[in-house]
């Protein structure tokens, strides 16, 4: 159980187009969802929190212009990086928090790459 | 806020053998603790978590981990280490179980045939 799914994995795009990540809680429900970054061989890096039916809260430092976080279901978030630059190549990683242990559960993560 | 601390960027060590990778935080107020474990081109997986209660939890693969609130630790051991074991490992702590995580900057563990 407690399995979270991210689409795409991987995802390769233009400098200047949008990209939609979506992170699915499959056999739980979660109010909560986490969106974080991963830089290479660096630790992972809060970008916002989602909240099933509010606007998400982003950390200080995210672009909330940019990072749009859409949580329109207990079981779905989603992430568009909008106008993608080279610069937001990364690898992204979702987490949901269960609602019923309190205990995150991670996607596998998707790899941005922006030409 | 809370943070973490993990001191050991890489730890080298022979398969059998066994191994510690320290993990240290710092808050005013109760955290939640938890080990997080990345194989290469995957993402996290919950090794083991510390909510309350008994102080030493322990995951399915024989890794374990003692809370220890006097010293604000975490450390994650294992008393045989095996190839498969290579990855790298995540502390992290959170305020409450509603909240973000906050991770150390991981630790590779390297094992050695």
């Known amino acids: 159980g407690a399995v979270v799914s991210q689409h795409p994995s991987r995802v390769i795009c233009k400098s200047g187009t949008s990209v939609k990540i979506e992170c699915r809680s499959l056999?739980?429900?979660?109010?909560?969802m986490f969106w974080y970054r991963q830089f290479p061989k660096k630790s992972l890096m809060l970008m916002a929190t989602?909240?099933?039916?509010?606007?998400?809260?982003?950390e200080q430092g995210v672009e909330k212009d940019k990072f749009l976080i859409n949580h329109a279901s207990l079981t779905l978030s989603t992430l568009t990086v909008t106008s993608a630059h080279p610069e937001d190549s990364s690898f992204y990683i979702c987490?949901?928090?269960?609602?019923?242990?309190?205990?995150?559960?991670f996607g596998p993560g998707t790899r941005l790459t922006v030409l | 806020a809370q943070s973490v601390t993990q001191l050991d960027s890489q730890v080298p060590v022979f398969e059998e053998a066994p191994v510690e990778l320290r993990c240290n935080y710092s808050?005013?107020?109760?955290?939640?603790l938890f080990w997080y474990v990345q194989y290469p081109n995957q993402g996290l997986q919950l090794l083991l978590k510390y909510l309350s209660g008994s102080t030493l939890v322990e995951s399915i693969n024989g890794f374990e981990a003692e809370f220890n609130k006097s010293q604000t630790s975490f450390h994650l051991r294992k008393p045989s280490v095996h190839i498969s074991d290579t990855a790298e490992y995540f502390c992290?702590?959170?305020?409450?179980?509603?909240?973000?995580?906050?991770f150390g900057s991981g630790t590779r563990l390297q094992v050695q045939p």
């Open positions: 992290a702590v959170s305020l409450t179980g509603r909240r973000a995580l906050t």
């Open positions: 056999d739980f429900q979660a109010t909560t």
């Open positions: 987490s949901a928090l269960a609602d019923s242990t309190d205990t995150q559960y």
């Open positions: 808050s005013s107020v109760s955290v939640y």
């Open positions: 989602s909240n099933e039916g509010s606007k998400a809260t982003y």
